[in-house]
């Protein structure tokens, strides 16, 4: 696997990892959807740009 490829399986492995752990997580009302909507739109361009 190219570095570029696996860079960007880590991001989008960190973007599921992201995500699936804050649907567990127990918040209420509004608070939640904002926070799902923020990692759902992380830009993952600049994370494998910059992977450390």
């Not at 880590?10 to 009302?29: F, K, N, S, V």
């Amino acid at each position: 696997m190219e570095p570029r490829d696996e860079r960007r399986r880590l991001a989008e492995q960190a973007r599921r990892i992201c995500l699936e752990t804050m649907r567990r997580a127990c918040w209420a009302g509004g608070a939640f959807e904002a926070e799902v909507s923020t990692v759902a739109m992380l830009d993952l361009q600049t994370l494998r740009a910059h992977p450390e």
